[in-house]
């Protein structure tokens, strides 16, 4: 078998209760696919029919590692979840995580697994080298994602060398922005892909592995790897670019790094009406961390650790140990969108939706929109069954999250149905104050300052979701001939960089690694590409075919979504809030609104799609994929 891969999948059908096992697509496949979300939406596409929907029993739900997953490349802990989109119908969702799960499942022998059906009653899935099992869940159904992990554990008999990727009871409940979360601080979100496993009733996936992945050439490879991770902690040279995001964040250093989004006025706070309050909002969580314990937390061979706990010793929530991610997504989320003003309560509710296995920024758009609403006197408090949605209150938030599990109450009449439904269920003004783009949740900042970002965000081909970065934000990508930052409210050059920026990312998300080992990293096209020649044995593989695998991707995002029925109206799905000016801060006044259809079109141009976004012939046929339009 070629280097890298383990050469198999496993095939799981829970409505017959069986598994097998499947060898990858032959070699020409794989290098052209490569593995993470370009094999996933390649088996996707070719076993699903258009008018399967995202829940339904015959839709697959994969879990992907890639041939650098669990080897000694940097941050090699990728596990890449494809599924249909639950929050855009006619979008495949592509969500990542990290942790441990990806490695101990490339260790076990597989590439990935593939699960269809729907078991009749809750099961989780152990998979202990060779040993496959589906087991009984009925006892872990209800749950939170903390308490599945540690008792699955704990039933196997292994608290160290076992991972567990599993669902909370936003899962079970199939809500909109359902998560997986595995190993405690990671988990994947976006498309909604916990509802999807919530609705096959697969509780959880335990691994645990003890074999090696091969390599074609092992002492190359580990050189070039090592050449990779000092690249993600170097200092730029002037005009060399920003630090990569890797070093930004490195040792949980979003907690050193955050006052940089609210000085950014990138924070969404308060639904994105009071972007001087998210500065404040961020300073305060800086200052609060700096007496608070913070551990970072590491995922496989990363030395990046951004994820963390965090012991606070302040305010009501003294004393409370949080287990965190690493984005600053995190600790904005539903927290700043309802405007909590305790630091402590704000990282003690994040820790709260990550439990219960909901990601913050469906949820915190859904509690945004309402919190506003009833602080404008819109939604009154009989609406809301007695609950006090002031800004702040983030007792009656858990609430909130409890009742959509439960489908009680306000939020599990109202709020349980998803972003635009219940922006319609409530009208009076909610349709134009509730953030999402074709029904997702964005990730959660305030990018009216960053319009590459929001660009990126809204032509996403996953749904809403961060695959186009730009260079307003964050980093610069030197790789790609950025070394600087770009003005973040002029239209000019933000297309160019969407698309040059999304066809990188998107070769990277095939990879197996984090993309935090990649983002703004010096040399990375060159280290990525040399590590999957080394591994694999494709010695002429380089950084022009990288980039063709990056845009095969981005194409192959937009074939699902024109075969499920996407039409151009849809590109322009884009919450109303969203193509606002801000009242304040360092974008007060500007609108990304007059400028973008022709943002859009300068992007279908550079990607060689047609006026519709639809890719042309021509395109497909260069990147080998003629024939599926
Ligand atoms: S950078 Fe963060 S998310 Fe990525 S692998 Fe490392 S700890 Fe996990």
Redo the contacts with the bound molecule.
């Keep these: 078998m070629t280097g890298g891969y383990m050469g198999k999948l496993l095939r799981v059908d829970l409505t017959s209760q069986t598994w097998t096992t499947a060898p990858l697509p032959e070699e020409a496949v794989l290098r052209q696919y490569i593995g993470g979300i370009g094999l996933g939406m390649r088996i996707l596409l070719e076993e699903t029919s258009p008018s399967v929907k995202a829940t339904d029993p015959e839709a697959p739900l994969l879990l992907m590692t890639g041939p650098l997953s669990g080897t000694a490349a940097p941050?090699s802990?990728?596990l890449a979840v494809i599924s249909l989109n639950y929050d855009t119908p006619f979008a495949v969702a592509t969500g990542h995580s990290?942790?441990y799960w990806a490695a101990y499942l490339k260790h076990a022998g597989y590439d990935g697994i593939v699960v269809t059906g729907r078991s009749e009653r809750p099961v989780y899935l152990w998979v202990d080298d060779d040993r496959v099992e589906i087991r009984d869940a009925s006892h872990l159904w209800g749950q939170d994602t903390r308490e599945t992990e540690r008792l699955i554990k704990r039933e196997l008999g292994d608290e160290e060398k076992i991972s567990v990727a599993c669902i909370g009871p936003a899962g079970e409940a199939m809500l909109h922005g359902a998560s997986i979360k595995n190993d405690r601080n990671?988990g994947a979100a976006k498309g909604s892909v916990g509802a999807v496993m919530g609705s096959k009733r697969l509780k959880a996936v335990a691994v645990r592995g003890t074999g090696e992945v091969p390599l074609a050439e092992r002492s190359r490879f580990l050189e070039v790897c090592n050449r990779w991770q000092e690249a993600i902690m170097a200092d730029p040279a002037p005009g060399e670019g920003a630090p990569s995001v890797?070093k930004l964040?490195s040792e949980a250093g979003i907690m050193r790094g955050y006052t940089y989004v609210g000085e950014s006025h990138m924070l969404a706070g308060k639904n994105l009406t009071d972007p001087l309050w998210g500065e404040r909002y961020a300073r305060r969580m800086v200052e609060a961390a700096q007496n608070w314990t913070i551990t970072p937390?590491?995922?496989?061979n990363?030395t990046?650790?951004?994820?963390y706990d965090c012991r606070i010793t302040t305010g009501p929530f003294a004393g409370f140990t949080a287990s965190l991610?690493?984005g600053g997504e995190n600790i904005e989320g539903a927290a700043a969108m309802i405007g909590v003003e305790d630091p402590g309560a704000a990282v003690a509710l994040t820790d709260y939706f990550d439990a219960k296995g909901i990601d913050s920024s469906v949820a915190g758009s859904l509690l945004g929109m309402a919190y506003e609403l009833y602080n404008k006197g819109v939604l009154t408090r009989e609406e809301t069954d007695g609950l006090d949605l002031s800004w702040g209150n983030y007792e009656a938030a858990m609430t909130l999250l409890d009742q959509m599990c439960s489908g009680e109450g306000f939020g599990g009449r109202v709020l349980r149905r998803g972003l635009k439904e219940a922006a319609q269920l409530i009208g009076r003004g909610a349709e134009t104050c509730v953030l999402h783009i074709r029904g997702g949740g964005i990730n959660m900042h305030d990018w009216r300052p960053a319009w590459s970002v929001l660009l990126g965000q809204i032509v996403a081909g996953a749904g809403v979701c961060w695959q186009g970065p730009g260079v307003d934000a964050w980093t610069t990508e030197p790789d790609l001939g950025y070394t600087e930052f770009a003005p973040g409210t002029i239209p000019e050059g933000k297309a160019e960089a969407v698309a040059k920026t999304q066809i990188k990312k998107l070769w990277e998300d095939t990879l197996g690694v984090?993309?935090?080992?990649c983002w703004g990293v010096k040399g990375v096209l060159d280290y990525a590409s040399q590590a999957i020649a080394l591994a694999t044995g494709w010695t002429d593989f380089d950084r022009e075919e990288a980039l063709t695998v990056g845009e095969r991707m981005v194409n192959l995002q937009r074939v699902i979504a024109v075969q499920r029925g996407f039409t151009p109206a849809d590109e322009f799905d884009i919450s109303p809030r969203l193509l606002e000016a801000p009242a304040a801060g360092k974008a007060a006044g500007r609108s990304i609104q007059p400028y973008l259809e022709q943002m859009v079109k300068e992007y279908y141009r550079l990607m060689g799609w047609d006026e519709t976004g639809r890719p042309t012939a021509a395109t497909l046929e260069r990147l080998g994929l003629a024939g599926l339009l």
Excluded at 304 to 307: N, P, V
């Design positions: 941050s802990a990728n990290h942790g990671h890797g964040l937390k590491e995922s496989y990363c990046i650790k951004c994820a991610c690493g984090c993309w935090f080992a």
